[in-house]
């Protein structure tokens, strides 16, 4: 299966833009790449995916490199609220589809 | 608001006693699955299910067993609670493969085993 590669933790300011970038060289063409966040106390909660082409919803924005092997999930103006542990997984879908996580960055976010 | 219910948030139980955790979902989601968290060690598969009456093991599965009966719950087992088993428990689903899309996760159970 193949593996992603986080920075165990980053550091931003409120209203600031936060960029969390996440390696994945071993990526397969089937992959999707998914990122979820977990609170504390709470279940993973699904942030946004993508393919190949850059992705946007309400929460964040997803920037795919153009050989894949490298994305970058990017929170317009962190809030407090957005302090978590962000995970970057491959979903393989033809394959046994099931997320394989790592370990994850932890957001710290300052006033 | 779609949702994946698990039953209890904190469980007690003692070494020895089968347990069951519970997992309900009302998508209509094919595919359900159960992760452990513990820390340093991330979210791990212990099983996951494709269909009713389907389940697969994922990395981790001794020590547990699953149910699927009906197309919204999924059970685990565990048939013999031992200490080595407290942790986070996580159920989540998704539609079946090939859709590309994200999963859910339930708000997670914790469970301590003494």
């Known amino acids: 299966d193949a593996k992603t590669t986080q920075p165990n933790s980053m550091e931003s300011n409120e209203e600031e833009p936060v960029h969390l970038p996440c390696n994945h060289s071993t990526i397969s063409g089937t992959d999707y790449i998914h990122w979820y966040r977990q609170l504390p106390s709470q279940g993973p909660e699904y942030v946004i995916h993508g393919l190949t082409s850059n992705v946007n919803n309400r929460m964040a924005s997803l920037a795919i490199a153009e050989d894949r092997k490298s994305s970058t999930l990017i929170l317009h103006r962190a809030t407090l609220r957005d302090a978590a542990v962000y995970y970057c997984?491959?979903?393989?879908?033809?394959?046994?589809?099931?997320?394989?996580f790592g370990t994850g960055t932890r957001l710290q976010v300052f006033p | 608001d779609v949702k994946v219910t698990q039953s209890s948030r904190y469980l007690v139980k003692r070494t020895g006693e089968k347990v069951f955790l519970e997992c309900v979902q009302d998508?209509?989601?094919?595919?359900m699955f159960w992760y452990r968290q513990d820390p340093g060690l991330g979210l791990r598969l212990i099983y996951f299910?494709?269909?009713?009456?389907?389940?697969e093991k994922g990395d981790i599965p001794e020590g547990y067993s699953v149910s699927r009966e009906k197309k919204e719950r999924f059970s685990l087992i565990l048939e013999s609670a031992s200490t080595n088993q407290t942790s986070m428990y996580l159920c989540?689903?998704?539609?079946?493969?090939?859709?590309?899309?994200?999963?859910?996760f339930g708000s997670g159970t914790r469970l301590t085993v003494v």
């Open positions: 989540a689903s998704i539609h079946k493969q090939g859709t590309g899309g994200g999963y859910t």
């Open positions: 997984i491959l979903r393989a879908v033809y394959n046994t589809d099931k997320l394989i």
């Open positions: 299910s494709y269909d009713v009456k389907m389940k």
């Open positions: 998508m209509d989601h094919e595919n």
